[in-house]
């Protein structure tokens, strides 16, 4: 990837990929479709995996070495929010999912 922020937007979209679907799980779970809740949760595991690999390959391990050059930028602050909030939704919704799957089977 060229720009920082061409890096950012690419984090943003695929952790707000992500999010989305950990969001589609909740509902589907919520309705009993406990099957397509699964579906949504790998796939929002696919996408918020390629955010953090954005995220570590294209910054964090530039920065380290000194390749990232330039001030701070607030997306890059933005795109790294977007990363941790969507897996520890991530993480939540697994545990609900559970939850309801439980509440169904009683």
Known sequence: MAKTEDVAFAIIS???DGRAK???ALKQARRGNF????ECLK??????LKAHKLQTEELLQK????????PFNVLISHAQDYVMT???MKEMAVEIVNLYTQLRAK
């Open 14 to 16: 695929a952790a707000g």
């Open 22 to 24: 950990v969001a589609e």
């Open 63 to 70: 920065e380290a070495s000194g390749e990232l050059q330039g």
């Open 35 to 38: 099957g397509e809740a699964e």
């Open 43 to 48: 796939d929002a595991d696919e996408h918020l």
């Open 86 to 88: 969507g897996m520890a």
